[in-house]
């Protein structure tokens, strides 16, 4: 019996990943199908099965890769040393204007498929209680009362995950410009010009062009 040829085979799995990526963040969960991703690459159906043992497999991958690229990062990011709660903030707002730290796509893709997946679902409201309790964290380290806490908490993250889920376009400097004031209101108190400085250096050094 011939076996299919060997160049095919070598598709990596990122290379299927990255394709059902691409498919998922454009068209939700219902178009990552086995079929399309092998016309997408140009490999056979067979090439897949090399890779992963079925499409619930490629499927958890990409929730592997929510959990460690969005919040991952935020827990990181709130974590970092910080001189200050608008130093603490920036750090955390780094993530909603850099696209290499958190994956706005990606993580409004997730949430859209946990609607209609009860496991998935429950995965992500324990991921967002997660975010919460690490920005809350970062309001307590800087003694802000447990419901003060609690509810700017909230209303950062709440903020920011309704921005980045309407269709808003805006440069990057811009956006950083804007995240200046949103830590003043978070924090309830100004930014020092030097930590404002600070910040707009790393997205004017980061921003395109």
């Not at 204007?97 to 609607?115: K, Q, S, T, V, Y």
């Not at 903020?159 to 949103?182: F, N, V």
């Amino acid at each position: 019996m011939k076996t299919a040829p060997q160049c095919r085979a070598r598709a990596t799995r990122s290379i299927w990943l990255d394709a059902a990526y691409d498919l998922f963040v454009q068209d939700g969960i219902e178009a990552v199908k086995i079929m399309p991703l092998a016309k997408k690459l140009n490999l056979t159906r067979t090439g897949f099965y090399w890779h992963f043992k079925d499409l619930a497999e490629l499927h958890d991958a990409l929730v592997d890769i929510w959990q460690a690229r969005n919040t991952g990062i935020i827990l990181e990011r709130c974590s970092a040393p910080a001189d200050s709660l608008c130093s603490a903030l920036f750090n955390l707002t780094d993530c909603w204007i850099d696209p290499d730290l958190f994956d706005a796509p990606l993580d409004l893709a997730i949430h859209n498929w946990a609607r209609n997946d009860s496991k998935l679902q429950k995965l992500v409201e324990a991921s967002d209680a997660d975010r919460l309790e690490a920005v809350r964290a970062v309001f307590l380290r800087f003694g802000v009362t447990p419901d003060a806490a609690h509810y700017r908490a909230l209303t950062t993250i709440l903020t920011q995950s309704g921005y980045y889920s309407k269709p808003i376009i805006e440069a990057r400097l811009d956006r950083a410009l804007a995240g200046c004031h949103y830590v003043e209101v978070f924090a309830g108190e100004p930014p020092t010009e030097q930590e404002i400085d600070d910040f707009l250096s790393r997205h004017r050094e980061g921003a395109p062009g």
